[in-house]
């Protein structure tokens, strides 16, 4: 058991690395926030099987084999899924694969000429013939400096890594492991059941992301919804001031629910549904932040930043919930969020619609809010003058 979880974890965790990083790699500007958004919906859709198949295994005689084979499935299906990807445009030019780069990029440009098509792939060879030019002959040591050193790339790892801290310190992973707990709190006894609730509203309120991710941008997403996860936090502090707990969490005085209870219920699920609408997929599209000579070790770094601060989150959950009192532990998490929300004012460019070449000029100009948004404005200028041009023709 031990061995297979070791090797199902390796498994894992390459694909939160790579899938971020292919996506960006493959989809265009205008839609690339919106298929990595796609991506942890089909993350949190999975979580959400896997808790309905334990409702359904729970009172089955060794249920628990059925669910952990099952898990294969999907394995396999991907295995024979990814013979039908096609590399990323950037890796096949990289390795000198023109022409066969071409192939992928009329694909993903079904209505554009050759021209178009040869003009983006050459644009690509020139940005990759830059990054590259600099690191050949580079070892594993150089790109960690080049990363940890050089002021945008400096700054572009900070603001990925710190939106990713967020959604994991501001407490959500606290619902996923202990939500049989808390709710437990509110009259809920069945743990498969709450599973069902936390994973169905976090699947569901993914949707609004997809949609508005490429529409409203990265940034107006984020402050709204770190705004939205802070209230809900607050609010469900107060609610726990006046629920009575012991120190081992269990109701000191069960009963009925009373509007204390009832409070903490709606407060939890309207975070979790904010959490799912924007902190969630968001934290993951910061891939595109990163400069390609060091994007696969920023998003490694990325990673080992979400899963860092899984570990501390869910080992300190329930002793900061004894020491602190729930009100105080909640409210600790309201915190990280209200911290996040300043982070994101400040810090956080919006970069929706830009190729992943002009992004990386953002972190030049500082962490680039003001310089984003003159480019921006001049994108949606460009656009309308082609818009124009287009009409006319026509």
Known sequence: MTVGRLVAGFGVGEAAIIVPLYIGGMAPARFRGRLIVFDNLCVTFGQLVSYALGAAFTNVMSGWRYMVGLGAIPAVLLVVTMSFCPETTRQLILHGRFEEAKGVIAKIFPNATDQQVDAKARLIRQSIEEATASISNKGLVWQMRQLFTVGPNVRALITACAVMAVSQLGGFNTLMYYSATLFGMVGFDKPTIVSIVVGATNFIFGFPNFVFIDRLGRRRMLLVTICGMCLSLVVAAIAFHWIPVNHDLTAAEPGDMGWASILLLVSLIVYIAFYAAGVAPISWVGTEFLPLEVGALG?????????????????????????????????????????????????????????????????????????????????QEARRGEQMTEEKTV
């Open 299 to 379: 998003t490694m770094m990325k990673s080992v930043t979400c899963w860092g601060c899984n570990i501390i989150i869910s080992s300190t959950f329930l002793s900061m919930m004894e020491g602190m009192t729930p009100s105080g532990a909640v409210g600790f998490y309201a915190g990280i969020c209200f911290l996040g929300f300043l982070f994101a004012i400040f810090c956080y460019a919006e970069v929706h619609n830009m190729p992943l070449e002009s992004v990386r000029e953002i972190y030049h100009h500082g962490f680039g809010v003001k310089y984003a948004k003159t480019v921006q404005k001049q994108l």
